[in-house]
């Protein structure tokens, strides 16, 4: 007998990240990290709902919002308290890191090899910290 919850599909559609600027931070995204600009769409009152997503992807996006007030701004570059904030996931880990460097991305460590998988921590143009993870199969 199948219940409610095992028959539901649900994903997460977008992430927030919070910026200075939509044009930067397209900008980076989509030259240094090869995401897709999915969305771009004026709001008004210079508000704009931007979605990117990486190469491949298709549900999970990065929803860019531009900080509108003081408290917003000082989140800008550390969301979570200094963590590793997202994971991007990769099937090919040393094809990206090495276009990823290429590009200037700032690596804050060498590549390591884990129980889960190759991974790496980056940061954004802010400062916000990632992983580059090829998971293992």
Known sequence: M???SEAMKQ?????TLVVEDYDE??????????FRLAEDTDMG???????????GSSETRLLLAK???PEQKSRIGNQ????VFLFLHTDD????????KSQSVKFLEEPRAEV????????????????LLEPKS
């Open 2 to 4: 199948m219940t409610n």
């Open 11 to 15: 994903h997460i559609g977008a992430i």
């Open 25 to 34: 931070a397209i900008s980076f995204y989509t030259k240094r990290l090869k």
């Open 45 to 55: 009152g210079g508000k704009r709902w931007v979605t990117l997503s990486p190469p």
């Open 67 to 69: 900080a509108a007030t």
């Open 80 to 83: 979570t308290g200094g963590r």
């Open 93 to 100: 880990f040393q094809r990206d890191y090495a276009d990823m």
């Open 116 to 131: 889960y998988g190759t991974v790496c921590v980056f940061e954004d143009l802010y400062g916000n910290k990632w992983d």
